[in-house]
Structure formats: structure tokens, C-alpha cells
Nanobody, 125 residues
Framework: QVQLVESGGGLVQAGDSLRLSCAASGRTFSSYTMGWFRQAPGLEREFVAG????????YYADSVKGRFTISRDNNKNTVYLRMNSLKPEDTAVYYC??????????????????WGQGTQVTVSS
């Protein structure tokens, strides 16, 4: 069992930066693929970024490529999402998720086995 707790959200202005953190419990964290998703009001949850357990392979949604960076520190059981040049359309609840499989990074939320409670990111124009 893995428990995930996100932090770092807040209210910022367009162009600002934020770093989200996701602290995981469980000794097998380092073997999981980790992902960040987001959900805006009235919209479906969408994939943002993912990182393999080694940290050497990452994948991003086109909407955030070049602005967001996902990373992980397996010694701290933590995955991060650095968000630069934030836009109002980035406003959403951001969730981190863990995938127990050893396959490719999935962009589908159903592929992930564990989820955090989410952290709100609001970007004003």
C-alpha cells in the first residue's frame, strides 16, 4: 500500500512559478512509475507528466512541455513538479499518482493504482 500526499499549491499570477511535491509512504515507492494529473472544474482529469522509477525517462503533455519539469528523489520518497511560466489555463487541482506496473508511462488515469488527495493551483491573469 502506498499513500501519497501533495503539497505546494497556491494562488499565483500568470508567469509565476510553483513547485508541487508529492510525499509517498511505502518501501516500494522507488519501483513505481509516478505521474501528475490535473482536473479543472467541469473537465475530465488529464495527464500532465510522468516519470519512470529510475528517473531517467520522463513524458509530458504537449500543453506543459517546456514549462513543467517532473523529477523524483527516491531517497526522500518524493516526486516533484516544477511549474514555470504558469498560465490561467493551468488552474486546476493537481494530483500525483503511482503506477505499480513496469511498463511505459501511461497517460491514462485508470493505469494508476494510488492517488493523492490533490492540491489546488490557481493562476490569475
Amino acid at each position: 500500500q502506498v499513500q501519497l500526499v501533495e503539497s505546494g499549491g497556491g494562488l499565483v499570477q500568470a508567469g509565476d512559478s510553483l513547485r508541487l511535491s508529492c510525499a509517498a509512504s511505502g518501501r516500494t515507492f522507488s519501483s513505481y512509475t509516478m505521474g501528475w494529473f490535473r482536473q479543472a472544474p467541469g473537465l475530465e482529469r488529464e495527464f500532465v507528466a510522468g516519470i519512470k522509477w529510475t528517473g531517467g525517462y520522463t513524458y509530458y503533455a504537449d500543453s506543459v512541455k517546456g514549462r513543467f519539469t517532473i523529477s523524483r528523489d527516491n531517497n526522500k520518497n518524493t516526486v516533484y513538479l516544477r511549474m514555470n511560466s504558469l498560465k490561467p489555463e493551468d488552474t486546476a487541482v493537481y494530483y500525483c499518482a503511482a503506477d505499480r506496473s513496469y511498463g511505459r508511462i501511461s497517460t491514462e488515469s485508470l493505469a494508476y493504482d494510488y492517488w493523492g488527495q490533490g492540491t489546488q493551483v490557481t493562476v490569475s491573469s
